[in-house]
């Protein structure tokens, strides 16, 4: 695959893998962050969306993705028998996601009018597709497509999102101890860059944003005052109070309402079937009901309750929430 032009793409290390790691043209004072102590960030954005994710996705048209490098890591499991079904039916275009038709259609039509926003917040319950809405809309707002749905996941840049490739999207979780000094060298190193003229937008995906320090929620807040126009930052979160009023006011919002329960058996049901599990239909109204809005949680209960070897029934979803229950 032809290599990306450097031009308007912020710099990067040349070792280590596509986009995992970031450049050093800084000083080591800069924001009281030594490239020598960091060296290779460990980007969380290509650890989560790697070849291995993606190994059984299919394109728009029904063609079937497969990573550039093959897939195949050395000496690894294959990855179909050690993937959760939270993970192995992980959306990866709009059409796939259940429950929120109004942020998709809202999406959707932001990017083919070309209208996008600085900054997002995708905002709403656990297991509501808010991270995975998050990646679809980083991938298609590079999709090359000329077709209308997007991505279409077999064009050059969706394939470098497919091989874990892909410099143009960058992902952060607020859990981790070493985000906050990971996102104030990327801001820096935006503010860099703002000269520069790209055709790709910068993706930055931040997970659990209401964890963030205050210091770096002003860091960011600077950096709003003159966004650059191809940076999209997704801010994601549970817990919308506390995420900074200031900031909140100038993005996007997006609610993430719980899924229906008929939504989830729908889903459940499509699972079993391509499992090939025996599930009765009551059971899998029983774990939507249990699941209370979640479809992660909905997914990891019928993963869980099919490893029993037998056939799910409503009595073995019930004594599996009343062993849980009782933990």
């Not at 394939?159 to 104030?184: I, P, Y």
């Amino acid at each position: 695959m032809a290599s990306r032009s450097a031009q308007g793409v912020l710099p990067l290390l040349a070792g280590g893998r596509g986009g995992s790691s970031i450049g050093t043209a800084c000083s080591a004072s800069d924001d009281e962050l030594s490239t020598a102590n960091y060296g290779e960030l460990d980007l969380e954005a290509l650890s989560r969306l790697d070849g291995r994710r993606w190994s059984n996705c299919r394109s728009a048209e029904g063609l079937e993705i497969v990573p550039v490098n093959g897939g195949d890591l050395e000496g690894e499991t294959s990855p179909e028998s050690i993937r959760s079904f939270s993970h192995k039916y992980n959306p990866v275009f709009f059409s796939e996601l259940i429950g929120q038709n109004i942020v998709v259609q809202s999406l959707t039509n932001a990017i083919s009018r070309g209208r996008i926003a600085p900054v997002y917040l995708f905002q709403g319950p656990r297991g509501t597709g808010k991270t995975s809405a998050a990646r679809i809309f980083s991938t298609a707002l590079n999709c090359t497509s000329t077709g209308v749905t997007k991505p279409c996941g077999h064009c050059s840049s969706c394939a470098d999102f497919v091989s874990g490739n892909s410099r143009s999207m960058w992902e952060f979780d607020g859990t981790s101890k070493q985000c906050a000094d990971k996102m104030r060298y990327l801001l820096k190193m935006v503010s860099q860059a703002r000269q520069l003229s790209s055709s790709h937008y910068q993706v930055f995906l931040v997970d659990e944003c209401h964890l963030l320090p205050s210091k770096l929620w002003l860091a960011f807040l600077k950096f709003l005052e003159e966004p650059h126009r191809r940076v999209v930052f997704i801010f994601i979160t549970t817990d919308p109070d506390n995420v900074p009023r200031t900031v909140q006011s100038r993005c996007q919002k997006y609610q993430f309402n719980k899924i229906k329960d008929a939504d989830i058996v729908s889903r459940l049901r499509k699972i079993s079937s391509e499992e090939n599990l025996d599930v009765e239909s009551d059971a899998l109204d029983l774990i939507a009901m249990n699941a209370d809005g979640s479809l992660r949680d909905a997914e990891t209960m019928l993963d869980q309750l099919s490893l029993l070897g037998k056939k799910i029934t409503t009595s073995l979803v019930n004594e599996l929430v009343s062993s849980l229950c009782r933990t």
